[in-house]
């Protein structure tokens, strides 16, 4: 195995494109990798993995003097992350595609190629870092621009993974990397980041689901007070997530939230902002990165509750495929289907799938 050979995924945007760059510069042979999504066959729309995505991302390999290879995995993708995305949806929960698609489909076909070509390393654009640990095994470590940490969506990798992983940019912010990308030359220093889910594209997930899952767009039904009481007709119940204030159509003289979705009943509940509160949650499948605690393990740690949330200080229980947090503070907008991600300081420690809110 070459340890001087790294595959890079590329998206065809400035992080990959620095990530390249610097990888170089450190004596490292790389080879660029573009993955073929669903979002690749529209030849215009938001979103990454677009073609003209995967032409930033050539350009950048030919400016640089590096191989560049498409890997084709629209099929897994609607296997492993549409389907999923729909699905979830379709039982009042609100998914989180980013991260079955790394733990699933993206690391596991960047190792596949890396071990086709002999390359030991892999390699993205992604805001976080890898340390390596003393007994052999690797840590996953919150990127050092906060605002643009991505370790929320990595939390389901394995050690197979994180052994062989290198995060060039982690170290550094999103001015940093715009800065580099201007001294290196490159064509997307100053290309806007993508915002959106890279298969929802131009839609919004609403009218994504009812094109092209309808089957999991569910019916239109009743919003009800806290007491039962009648207050409106929603969309369908796949068009809310916990804590939606706007686009709900209801007027009581009073802000009203999304507090609980009932797929089965098709009824959405609505409340007070004080009801968004909760004093903990209840998570299954637990992940660990480090260690693999297997019953009654009780610690103090840090948990976030959505990509955006800073963190709260939590005590964390598990027993067998559940894992029980108690916050230190009451939090908001606890959603099912999002991710309970554990960090002790820097360290992520892995996470667990949000089942429901404890009030």
């Known amino acids: 195995m070459n340890t001087k050979k790294v595959i890079l995924g590329m998206s065809g945007g400035v992080d990959s494109s620095v990530a390249a760059c610097l990888l170089q510069k450190e004596g490292f042979e790389v080879l660029g990798v573009s993955m073929e999504l669903y979002s690749c066959d529209r030849p215009t729309g938001k979103g990454c993995c677009t073609p003209a995505d995967r032409l930033d991302a050539r350009r950048i390999c030919e400016r640089l003097g590096i191989s560049f290879d498409i890997i084709d995995l629209r099929k897994p993708f609607k296997e492993e992350v549409m389907t999923y995305f729909a699905t979830e949806y379709s039982k009042g929960r609100t998914p989180l595609p980013c991260a079955p698609c790394n733990s699933k489909l993206r690391f596991k076909a960047l190792l596949d190629y890396a071990d086709s070509v002999g390359a030991k390393w892999i390699s993205t654009g992604h805001y976080a870092r890898v340390r390596a640990n003393d007994d052999g095994t690797a840590s996953l470590l919150r990127g050092v621009d906060l605002k643009k940490d991505q370790s929320y969506f990595l939390w389901g990798l394995g050690q197979d993974v994180l052994q062989r992983l290198q995060f060039p940019i982690g170290a550094f912010n999103k001015e940093k990397v715009r800065e580099k990308a201007r001294e290196f030359g490159l064509v997307t220093s100053e290309k806007k980041d993508s915002q959106e889910l890279c298969f929802v594209g131009d839609e919004d997930h609403v009218q994504f689901l009812e094109n092209h899952f309808p089957e999991s767009a569910l019916p239109a039904g009743d919003f009800l007070d806290e007491s039962g009481k009648k207050m409106g007709r929603h969309r369908g119940v796949h068009a809310y997530t916990i804590g939606q204030r706007r686009g709900l159509g209801v007027s009581t003289g009073e802000r009203r939230y999304v507090v609980s979705l009932d797929a089965k009943k098709n009824e959405i509940i609505l409340g007070g902002k004080e009801s968004l509160k909760a004093t903990g949650l ?26 955006t949330h800073a963190g709260v200080g939590a005590r964390v229980e598990t027993t067998g495929s559940d894992l029980t947090v108690h916050f230190e503070t009451p939090q908001e907008t606890v959603t099912p289907g999002q991710a309970a991600v554990l960090y002790q300081n820097e360290v992520c420690l892995g996470g667990a799938w949000i089942e429901k809110a404890i009030h």
Do not use: E, N
């Open 282 to 307: 209840i998570a299954k499948d637990p992940h660990w990165i480090d260690r693999c605690p297997t019953s009654d393990v009780r610690c103090t740690t840090q948990v976030r509750i959505r990509s």
